[in-house]
Nanobody
Framework: QVHLVESGGDLVQPGGSLRLACTASGSIANINTMGWYRQAPGKQRELVAVISDGGNTKYADSVKGRFTISRDNAKNTVYLQMNNLKPEDTDVYYC????????????????WGHGTQVTVSS
């Protein structure tokens, strides 16, 4: 079994910062792309940022220059540093990772965490 567990969501004032973390655990052979998505009630889940196992990154236009994604491969952990937060960043943030389970020679499965709430409000 493979699990993703997010942490770091909180209530913060506009202009503030938060750092989200997501750790993969279980029987893991390798992790490819890791990323963060967010979803508001009644809306589709949207990409925030992704990072490849080689460190290449991609960001949504709405967060460029404010958010930074990084990963620690030794810890199977991906981070999202969020600065200059705005009320429109309020959402549930979900971690995603493409993981090859232990014992499998090829093929990666997509795994999701349960989400962490980020609320930006004065």
């Amino acid at each position: 079994q493979v699990h993703l567990v997010e942490s770091g969501g909180d209530l913060v004032q506009p202009g503030g910062s938060l750092r989200l973390a997501c750790t993969a655990s279980g029987s893991i052979a390798n992790i490819n792309t890791m990323g963060w998505y967010r979803q508001a009630p009644g809306k589709q889940r949207e990409l925030v940022a992704v990072i490849s196992d080689g460190g290449n990154t991609k960001y949504a236009d709405s967060v460029k220059g404010r958010f930074t994604i990084s990963r620690d491969n030794a810890k199977n952990t991906v981070y999202l540093q969020m600065n200059n937060l705005k009320p429109e960043d309020t959402d549930v943030y979900y971690c995603n990772a493409y993981i090859r389970p232990a014992g499998r020679a090829s093929n990666y499965d997509s795994y999701w965490g349960h989400g962490t709430q980020v609320t930006v409000s004065s």
